[in-house]
């Protein structure tokens, strides 16, 4: 059984940063990617984040505008997302996956709150 937990979530200001990590727990047979998806409110869609495959390959939002960077720690069993020059559109429930490909593994979700 796959165990995602996310965590780094909070309130920061316009234009500040927040780091968010997810460690996994159990194992996932031929695990390919892992990343972050988020859920805005009032919406009902999860949006790609960012991913990033097994061998190397990061795929970001159009929205992330290079702000963002997503990041491995294979040794921690961790991915992470650095978030950078956050703006009040980016509010929302950030939740992390791990996917082999055939079936998506899901976080319970950290809330980001972008305000003044």
């Known amino acids: 059984q796959v165990h995602l937990v996310e965590s780094g979530g909070g309130l920061v200001q316009p234009g500040g940063s927040l780091r968010l990590s997810c460690v996994a727990s159990g194992t996932i047979r031929s695990i390919n990617a892992m990343g972050w998806y988020r859920q805005s409110p009032g919406k009902e869609e999860r949006k790609l984040v960012a991913?990033?495959?097994?061998?190397?390959?990061?795929n970001y939002g159009d929205f992330v505008k290079g702000r963002f960077t997503i990041s491995r720690d294979n040794a921690k069993n961790t991915v992470s997302l650095q978030m950078n020059s956050l703006e009040p559109e980016d509010t929302a429930v950030y939740y992390c996956?791990?996917?082999?490909?055939?079936?998506?593994?899901w976080g319970q979700g950290t809330q980001v709150t972008v305000a003044s």
């Open positions: 996956m791990e996917t082999n490909g055939l079936t998506h593994y």
């Open positions: 991913t990033l495959t097994t061998g190397g390959q990061t």
